[in-house]
């Protein structure tokens, strides 16, 4: 079944058709990717999805609910987290701090305050919420093997901690589906090598993971299915070995031989 599926997907910004009526589905509980040459669409096809921007026709399907031009706040709540091409970190909090933050916006307790709810039962609330926060915090920090550098603060990390670290955040807010865009950009193999086995035992727990990614050793090892677009448009869609022999896809990364 289709965790998640777009109906004819368009996204244009004046003349720039930058995703260009795509059909595109997520199977539950599978990796899958997302691929193409620089400016192919794939960031703007995540935001069109996570409510980060709106279609301008087409649209977007999770769970089977329309969930098209619904807010990114809501579509967090649905069950939707994501990663963002470059970092973005608070990088002067700790390691901790950032990922209660993506706690925080799960528990939608800013939410609690307001006169129609009695102050002490709110505080309770609050105290007892806190508390969850701060250990399911810990407990993702520890599925990462962060948990060790939660007092340190984030821009003293590895730089491929500080990506898993956006990963950790992201999960905090414990989504059905996540998308990674470009997860492993700027990663040397050791850390990329890591990032492959923490993107499994994350689908392990149940998670459906979409990635946008260049480096096609991790895409061709991980991804059970992957969706080629090129200037806008899906040109190809397979398994690893499929899309490997697509002569759409060799001539969108290639050029065509003279
Ligand atoms: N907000 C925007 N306003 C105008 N044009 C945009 C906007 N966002 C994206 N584009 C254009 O849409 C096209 C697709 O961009 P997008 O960022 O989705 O590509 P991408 O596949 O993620 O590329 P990359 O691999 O370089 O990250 C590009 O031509 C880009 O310049
Ligand atoms: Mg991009």
Same mark, same amino acid.
């Given at each position: 079944?289709?965790?998640?599926?777009?109906?004819?997907?368009?996204?244009?910004?004046?003349?720039?058709?930058?995703?260009?009526?795509?059909?595109?589905?997520?199977? $539950?509980?599978?990796?899958?990717?997302?691929?193409?040459?620089?400016?192919?669409?794939?960031?703007?096809?995540?935001?069109?999805? !996570?409510?980060?921007?709106?279609?301008?026709?087409?649209?977007?399907?999770?769970?089977?609910?329309?969930?098209?031009?619904?807010?990114?706040?809501?579509?967090?709540?649905?069950?939707?987290?994501?990663?963002?091409?470059?970092?973005?970190?608070?990088?002067?909090?700790?390691?901790?701090?950032?990922?209660?933050?993506?706690?925080?916006? $799960?528990?939608?307790?800013?939410?609690?305050?307001?006169? !129609?709810?009695?102050?002490?039962?709110?505080?309770?609330?609050?105290?007892?919420?806190?508390?969850?926060?701060?250990?399911?915090?810990?407990?993702?920090?520890?599925?990462?093997?962060?948990?060790?550098?939660?007092?340190?603060?984030?821009?003293?990390?590895?730089?491929?901690?500080?990506?898993?670290?956006?990963?950790?955040?992201?999960?905090?807010?414990?989504?059905?589906?996540?998308?990674?865009?470009?997860?492993?950009?700027?990663?040397?193999?050791?850390?990329?090598?890591?990032?492959?086995?923490?993107?499994?035992?994350?689908?392990?727990?149940?998670? !459906?993971?979409?990635?946008?990614?260049?480096?096609? $050793?991790?895409?061709?090892?991980?991804?059970?299915?992957?969706?080629?677009?090129?200037?806008?448009?899906?040109?190809?869609?397979?398994?690893?070995?499929?899309?490997?022999?697509?002569?759409?896809?060799?001539?969108?990364?290639?050029? $065509?031989?003279?």
């Amino acid at each position: 079944m289709s965790l998640l599926y777009t109906k004819q997907l368009t996204r244009a910004y004046g003349g720039v058709i930058a995703v260009s009526d795509v059909d595109f589905s997520v199977e $539950k509980n599978s990796i899958s990717g997302l691929i193409g040459p620089n400016g192919a669409g794939k960031t703007t096809l995540f935001n069109n999805v !996570t409510g980060m921007d709106i279609p301008t026709s087409g649209s977007v399907h999770f769970n089977d609910k329309d969930i098209t031009g619904v807010p990114a706040f809501k579509i967090s709540r649905l069950g939707i987290a994501r990663t963002f091409q470059n970092i973005r970190l608070f990088k002067e909090m700790s390691v901790l701090e950032n990922v209660m933050i993506g706690r925080h916006f $799960k528990s939608g307790r800013s939410m609690i305050s307001g006169r !129609t709810v009695n102050a002490l039962t709110s505080y309770m609330k609050m105290k007892s919420e806190e508390k969850d926060v701060y250990d399911k915090a810990r407990e993702w920090l520890d599925f990462f093997g962060l948990d060790e550098a939660r007092n340190e603060a984030a821009k003293n990390l590895p730089y491929g901690n500080q990506r898993e670290l956006e990963i950790a955040r992201a999960m905090a807010t414990e989504p059905e589906l996540l998308f990674l865009d470009e997860p492993a950009a700027g990663m040397n193999p050791q850390e990329t090598d890591h990032l492959m086995s923490t993107i499994r035992r994350i689908r392990d727990l149940g998670v !459906t993971v979409l990635l946008i990614e260049h480096d096609m $050793k991790l895409v061709m090892n991980i991804c059970e299915h992957i969706t080629v677009l090129n200037y806008g448009k899906k040109i190809a869609e397979g398994n690893p070995s499929e899309i490997q022999k697509n002569p759409l896809v060799i001539e969108a990364y290639l050029g $065509k031989e003279d």
